[in-house]
């Protein structure tokens, strides 16, 4: 590969990046107003993000809602790929594309849906309508990814295990479980993350007295940008990074993504 | 013999509940109310298509979905451009680095589209990092409009969908052999001749895909085209998100929803002739 062909990508590379390396840099500003050049550097940013109340508040509701929503993905995510998976189910292609629609369609369009449905039924800016409506985007990814871990198991050893006289719930804990335990971690790790950073479903299910980080966020951006949004976002990036670390050290980062 | 029949219904009814009533429920809901119409904060129920009509007679509108179109359609383009070459080096690479790579290319993906939309805000701001840079390079004396404009949609919404474009043109690199390639040049064709005589038909399946999950994906986003177009660039979503949150018409948010939907279908359908022509 020639060096004009390494210096393409690495310019489109940078690009790409470009965004994430912004925000890094702006974060150790100590100017009320993000605009170039910086002029002071500090942790000022850092500071001012510790002390804001609503950002605290949507934090601490974000993870309880990913906590919650990823408890109740993987309990029914992984009990629905492995019927699909090992019990022989009719129409199971059929079932598994009817789970997983909901993340060809735009989340915009989910979120209005889910709008026009709880009004009517009262779990607007509710624990339970936030739960439901992230679970419908959690959901297909646990089953996609733990489906992929199954059908990367050999059933040939379940079927030893029964063959030597273990009844089916001993070879599902012994056996199929703990084979599945790398999938079902790495679908923790996205399905918290995909909950943790919805944005247009949450949208429309919030309040004023139940809100999200995301959508603080998003709100507070529309206004202004200082470098108290930078820290918070060099924080989330650094949730992120952790996650990733996970996913990729059980499943396989690119295994995990369907690729 | 009775637990055969017990025991995926079981374990599949938990899902399936959640999929009924967060997505079936609330998709048929839609649709069904898509035909009602909204009379002065009033619902009123009706079968009719008077939402789809004042959508298509309104020139408004009509703009709204000609810039929607053309919008994915020029993101799809430029991030294949911009996500091509790193595909390309992704896919040949035997370097030690080609992990740590694949990882800073495909990362992104997981992190928030606030996050990435804000560090563009940054950039392309009148006080920006572009501006700043232009402004003191004496370039320019008025900053370059970019924020709130369709140019700066364009620039951020690429960037935002470059790990998933790579992806997909990774996904159709399988037919590329490298032996190939050698035969070409060692049969004393130019790199650029190989290039688009070789390399460039064979990854041709690639490019289709990434186009289309491109385009699907750029003409349904909302964060971006809604931040970085501060309410300036009207879209097909940020549309649907202010007749549902703010004017409150929701039987037109459904009509636009029901209409979003089917440019997909056209999207989908037009796709699958293209692939059957390069198959």
């Known amino acids: 590969m020639s060096p004009w062909f390494r210096l393409l990508v690495g310019v489109l590379l940078l690009f790409l990046l470009a965004p994430l390396i912004v925000v890094l840099l702006t974060s150790f500003s100590n100017d009320s107003f993000l605009a170039f050049p910086p002029q002071n550097w500090g942790f000022a940013g850092y500071r001012a993000l510790l002390a804001n109340e609503a950002f605290r508040r949507g934090f601490g509701v974000s993870i309880v809602l990913g906590l919650a929503v990823t408890g109740i993905s993987l309990v029914c995510g992984t009990a629905a790929a492995y019927a699909i998976a090992r019990l022989r189910v009719p129409g199971a292609g059929t079932l598994l594309a009817l789970f997983t629609a909901p993340l060809l369609l735009p989340g915009i369009i989910l979120g209005l849906g889910l709008l026009l449905v709880f009004a009517r039924l009262g779990w607007l800016a509710t624990w339970p309508g936030l739960m439901i409506g992230h679970c419908l985007v959690t959901l297909p990814y646990v089953i996609r990814v733990v489906l992929t871990s199954l059908r990367g198991i050999d059933a040939t050893l379940e079927e030893a295990a029964a063959s030597l006289g273990a009844a089916p719930v001993r070879v599902f804990r012994r056996v199929t479980l703990p084979l599945m335990l790398p999938g079902i971690t790495a679908a923790a790790a996205l399905s918290f993350l995909a909950s943790f950073d919805e944005v247009v479903i949450s949208l429309f299910l919030v309040g004023p007295r139940l809100t999200t980080l995301p959508i603080e966020v998003f709100h507070t951006i529309q206004y202004r940008a200082d470098p108290q949004i930078s820290a918070l976002s060099v924080v989330l990036i650094a949730l992120t990074a952790g996650l990733v670390v996970v996913v990729e050290r059980s499943l396989g980062f690119l295994r995990a993504l369907g690729r | ?279």
């Open chain 2, 1 to 279: 013999m009775r637990a055969r029949r017990t025991l995926p219904a079981l374990l599949l009814t938990p899902a399936g509940t959640i999929t009924l009533v967060a997505f079936l429920l609330p998709m048929a809901w839609l649709a069904r109310l898509s035909l009602s119409r909204a009379s002065g904060g009033v619902l009123i129920d009706d079968v009719a298509l008077t939402n789809y009509v004042r959508f298509f007679s309104d020139r408004f509108y009509l703009g709204v979905l000609w810039r929607s179109v053309w919008i994915a359609a020029g993101v799809a383009v430029l991030s294949i451009l911009a996500s091509y070459p790193i595909a390309l080096f992704l896919f040949r690479s035997r370097s030690r680095w080609r992990g740590v790579l694949a990882v800073l290319v495909i990362a992104p993906l997981l992190v928030s589209s606030v996050v990435r939309t804000f560090g563009w805000m940054i950039i392309l701001g009148d006080r920006g990092w572009i501006n700043g840079m232009l402004a003191m390079t004496g370039l320019i004396t008025a900053p370059v409009r970019l924020m709130n404009t369709v140019w700066g949609v364009l620039i951020g919404l690429t960037e935002i969908m470059m790990p998933t474009t790579t992806l997909a043109l990774l996904a159709g690199f399988s037919r590329l052999d490298a032996t190939l390639e050698e035969a070409a040049r060692s049969l004393g064709a130019a790199p650029w001749r190989c290039f688009l005589r070789v390399t460039l038909p064979l990854t041709m399946p690639g490019i289709i895909v990434a186009g289309l999950v491109t385009f699907v994906l750029s003409i349904s986003s909302f964060v971006t085209p809604s931040l970085l177009g501060g309410g300036r660039v009207q879209v097909l979503a940020s549309t649907i998100y202010e007749e549902a949150l703010e004017t409150l018409d929701w039987p037109f948010a459904a009509a636009v929803s029901v209409i979003l939907v089917l440019v997909f279908g056209l999207t989908l359908l037009g796709y699958e002739r293209m692939a059957r022509r390069w198959q």
